[in-house]
Nanobody
């Protein structure tokens, strides 16, 4: 099993930045991919960014060019750097790992003036 703990969320003004962290523990040697998802109020959870064990990254069109996913220490920590934040980025952000599909508890990001 893998345990995930997200942090770094908060309230930020439009145009601001935040860096989210997802710390993994447990059977992290088995991880081959980690995703950041987000869920806005009243909407379905959507995939925002992905990073594989080969270092390949993919992004949703809505965050491309503004968000950057990265990892350190062989999956111990994965970051989501979010720049040029918009009100529509407001959501609870979750990390998920594969295999296993384990989820963290989420961290709230609110973009508002």
């Amino acid at each position: 099993q893998v345990q995930l703990v997200e942090s770094g969320g908060g309230l930020v003004q439009p145009g601001g930045s935040l860096r989210l962290s997802c710390v993994a523990s447990g059977s992290i040697f088995s991880i081959y991919r980690m995703d950041w998802y987000r869920q806005a109020p009243g909407k379905q959870r959507e995939l925002a960014a992905t990073i594989t064990n080969g270092g390949s990254t993919t992004y949703a069109d809505s965050v491309k060019g503004r968000f950057t996913i990265s990892r350190v220490n062989a999956w111990n920590t994965v970051y989501l750097q979010m720049n040029s934040l918009k009100p529509e980025d407001t959501a609870v952000y979750y990390c998920r790992v594969l295999p296993g599909g384990y989820w963290g508890q989420g961290t709230q990001v609110t973009v508002s003036s």
